[in-house]
């Protein structure tokens, strides 16, 4: 079967980094996508990963490694409006969006 | 400004009532998803289209419906609706490509008592 596992829960303090990762197996890969989600609110797009390496943005980067079914998202100077779930989601061969239950990031001051 | 829109943002309806969520986009986009997505659980694709008069189901056995006359509007439709409905549901859209990013509307929080 197809899976995606991610921590469900992670802490974290104001201006301090943090990794969050991301493990799959999946029928074929297409690509891996992490998400933002607000409690309550629908997931906005952050980062798409196809080949192997690190891709930055801003304070947000994501690493892929298709050889150990595995990525992270890294978080770097977090700030209060941080505190999310950060959804990973793998496309399989099919071009469908797998999705994992996403990690619930706490930030503290 | 492209956007993807939702109505209704919350429902509370009776159980056996027939209901519409209704999703639009002005992004230009071909392809639209319906998910459903329970508290602190991964979402599920419960239909997706790739363009006009083109209807697919998901992964995720539903008893919902879809239509898509417009290339801009995608409702999803519960002929009865049971509190196992009980859910958030999600629209998104996005381009033609397979691995073009799928952008989400704001969700439709649905209860059925």
């Known amino acids: 079967g197809q899976n995606i596992d991610q921590p469900t829960e992670m802490t974290a303090t104001e201006g301090a980094i943090v990794q969050i990762n991301c493990t799959y197996q999946?029928?074929?890969?297409?690509?891996l996508f992490w998400y933002q989600q607000h409690a309550g609110e629908a997931p906005t797009f952050l980062s798409y990963?196809?080949l192997d390496g690190l891709e930055e943005k801003g304070r947000f980067s994501s690493f892929l490694s298709r050889s150990k079914g595995y990525s992270y998202l890294l978080l770097k100077e977090l700030q209060m409006k941080d505190s999310a779930s950060y959804l990973c989601?793998?496309?399989?061969?099919?071009?469908?969006?797998?999705w994992g239950a996403g990690t619930k990031l706490i930030i503290k001051p | 400004e492209a956007d993807i829109y939702q109505t209704p943002r919350y429902l509370v309806i009776g159980t056996g009532k027939k209901i519409t969520l209704e999703c639009s986009q002005t992004m230009g986009h071909d392809k639209m998803y319906w998910y459903q997505q329970d508290p602190g659980m991964e979402l599920h694709l419960i239909h997706y289209s790739y363009g006009v008069n083109s209807t697919e189901k998901g992964d995720l056995s539903s008893e919902s419906t879809v239509s898509r006359i417009r290339t801009e509007h995608f409702p999803l439709t519960l002929e009865s609706a049971r509190p196992s409905h009980t859910s958030q549901y999600l629209c998104?859209?996005?381009?033609?490509?397979?691995?073009?990013?799928?952008?989400f509307g704001p969700g439709t929080r649905l209860t059925v008592l």
């Open positions: 998104a859209s996005s381009g033609l490509a397979d691995t073009d990013t799928q952008y």
């Open positions: 999946t029928s074929g890969f297409n690509g």
């Open positions: 990963n196809v």
């Open positions: 989601a793998v496309m399989d061969s099919n071009y469908q969006l797998i």
